[in-house]
């Protein structure tokens, strides 16, 4: 997970200083992730040698079975970018419009020369780290009312349920949607007992 960010980091510098093109590096790193130290001297590095690489944070509160509270001083992964003196923006993870808005700006930066960009997104972990049920990891806690009020604000549905809103396409129902969602989990399932029976 971690050697990516710096794949990224590398990705990133190496076209956009070499050939003048205006791609840019994007690495994927958990609150779990950013831990370890690399990331540090990645987001120190990005910023000194003004890579183009855009660093987002999946904060999705947990790290394998940990919760963050037990695991860092701050709930809050963008310090870390002002630390390092990063531009970043705090978004809600499960707002698909939101994201891809913010994404865009600090992208657009970037194609400017003005470096490195950070975007937190914070979300919530449905499922255990290695498995797609809810509560698989050893030590896991948390309350089933936190995991349901979350399942609340599933990015898909709250994203289609505004495109139909606004009459952006003909999309299906809402319960046609939520019929196709609980195919797949139930396909899902299938998958995941062929392979352990
Ligand atoms: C380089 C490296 N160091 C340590 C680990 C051990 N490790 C496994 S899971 C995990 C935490 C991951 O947390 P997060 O990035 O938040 O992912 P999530 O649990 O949300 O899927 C760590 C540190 C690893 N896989 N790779
Ligand atoms: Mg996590």
Do not use: C
Not at 48 to 69: D, G, K, R
Request: proline content about 4%; cysteine-free.
């Amino acid at each position: 997970m971690v050697e990516m960010a710096q794949q990224a980091l590398w990705a990133g510098q190496g076209p956009a200083k070499l050939s003048g093109t205006d791609d840019v590096g994007v690495a994927y790193i958990g609150d779990g992730a950013v831990e370890e130290g690399v990331v540090h001297e990645s987001f120190n590095l990005a910023k000194t040698q003004n890579a183009p690489v855009l660093f987002v944070i999946e904060n999705n509160l947990f790290a394998s079975h940990m919760h963050i509270s037990l695991r860092q001083p701050s709930n809050m992964i963008s310090r870390f970018a002002i630390a390092n003196n990063i531009p970043h923006k705090l978004v809600d993870g499960n707002d698909v419009v939101a994201v891809t808005k913010a994404s865009k700006e600090l992208i657009d930066d970037m194609r400017l020369g003005k470096g490195p960009a950070l975007i937190e997104l914070v979300t919530y972990r449905w499922y255990g780290h290695v498995d797609w049920r809810d509560d698989v990891d050893v030590g896991v806690e948390r309350s089933l009312d936190d995991i349901e009020n979350w399942k609340a604000r599933d990015p898909i549905l709250r994203l289609s349920k505004s495109m139909i809103k606004a009459k952006m396409s003909d999309l299906p129902s809402e319960e046609t949607l939520r019929r196709y969602w609980n195919d797949v989990r139930q396909t899902q399932g299938e998958i995941f007992k062929i392979k352990t029976d």
